[in-house]
Structures are given as structure tokens and as C-alpha cells.
């Protein structure tokens, strides 16, 4: 079940995300706070237990998915596609033309996600996370209203 997170499940996407990103990568509780005051849309899939979460930056022309997660159990089932799904359609409606994102270009999973959703590949940025390794800039088209 997708729903619409808020401060209160702060506790429950901090212990998500340490299953998902290495400590140096994973956003601190004051990051997500920062999320939720700056009217960012949190996304999350529950059943019983919080599954994954979506954040989605606020649509102005174009919209930012800014991270998404899924717990490791239950990867490959198509929690993530399901959730990013529902943020394009939620930002088309708020009258997004083009979803944006940037992932590690070490990050195979994630590309073969974002490319199986229709995200085409639109710049390298050099040495984005410090490490040394670079991101690949992505963008897919809300046009038509929904767009995946
Ligand atoms: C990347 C991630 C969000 C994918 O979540 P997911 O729920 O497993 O993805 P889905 O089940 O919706 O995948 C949909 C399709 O994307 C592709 N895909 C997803 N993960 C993949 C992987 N690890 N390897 C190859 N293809 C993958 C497949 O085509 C998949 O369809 P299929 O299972 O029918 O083959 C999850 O692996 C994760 O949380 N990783 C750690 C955090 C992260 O890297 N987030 C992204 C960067 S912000």
C-alpha cells in the first residue's frame, strides 16, 4: 500500500535506509527533516512494516526524484517502479513536463530501474559524491500526463 509519508515515520525510513545506502551515503535525521519542512513529497509502501520510500522534490516545471529505497528482502519485486510511478503522476498532475535524478554511475541496479522506466541517460557529472565516482544525470518525459 503506497502512502504519503510525514515526520512521524522519520524513525522507520532512517532503518530502511541503512539497509539501502553505505553509512557515508545514507541522509541523517536532520536531512530528512529538511525534506519534510520543505514540502518535499515522501512516498512510502507499506505492508505492515515500511518497505520503501520515495522522496520527490516539489514540481516546477520539473520534478527531482531524490532518492528511493527499497529493504532488502523484498527488492525485484517492482516496489520501486510502483512508487516512482506514483510520484510522476502526482507531479504531472501538479504540472511537472520532466522528472529528474541523479544516480552513481556505479550503480547498476538503480540505471537498469531508471532506463526499464523510460529515464534516458542526459549528462555525466564529474566526481558528484566526492569519491571520485561520477553521476549520471537522467530525465523522463511527463509530458503526455504520466509518462511511465
Ligand atoms: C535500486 C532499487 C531502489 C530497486 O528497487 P526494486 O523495488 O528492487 O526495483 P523494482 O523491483 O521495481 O525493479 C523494476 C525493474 O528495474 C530493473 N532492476 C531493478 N533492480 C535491478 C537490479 N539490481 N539489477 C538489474 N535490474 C534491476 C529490472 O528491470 C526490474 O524488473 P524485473 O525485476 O522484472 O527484471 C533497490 O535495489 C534499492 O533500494 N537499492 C539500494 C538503494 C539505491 O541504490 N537506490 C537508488 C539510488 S538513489
Known amino acids: 500500500m503506497i502512502e504519503v509519508l510525514d515526520e512521524s515515520a522519520l524513525e522507520e525510513i532512517l532503518a530502511l535506509e541503512a539497509q539501502g545506502f553505505p553509512p557515508t551515503e545514507r541522509w541523517s535525521a536532520e536531512s530528512w527533516l529538511s525534506e519534510f519542512s520543505h514540502g518535499n513529497y515522501v512516498l512510502g509502501y507499506r505492508e505492515k512494516d515500511l518497505l520503501a520510500v520515495a522522496s520527490f522534490g ?30 510522476a503522476r502526482w507531479a504531472a498532475q501538479q504540472g511537472a513536463m520532466r522528472m529528474m535524478l541523479e544516480v552513481s ?44
Not at 74 to 80: E, K, N, P, T
Not at 113 to 139: C, H, K, P, Q, T
Request: proline letters at 1%; aromatic letters at 6%; charged letters at 25%.
Open 105 to 148: 554511475q556505479v550503480n547498476d541496479g538503480a540505471i537498469a530501474l531508471y532506463s526499464r522506466l523510460g529515464f534516458d541517460g542526459l549528462a555525466i557529472r564529474e566526481n558528484y559524491y566526492g569519491d571520485g565516482n561520477d553521476a549520471l544525470v537522467m530525465e523522463l518525459a511527463l509530458a503526455d500526463g504520466v509518462g511511465v
Open 58 to 87: 516539489r514540481p516546477e516545471g520539473v520534478v527531482d526524484l531524490r532518492t528511493v529505497t527499497v529493504a532488502r528482502n523484498h527488492r525485484r519485486q517492482g516496489i520501486a517502479k510502483t512508487l516512482i510511478r506514483a510520484g
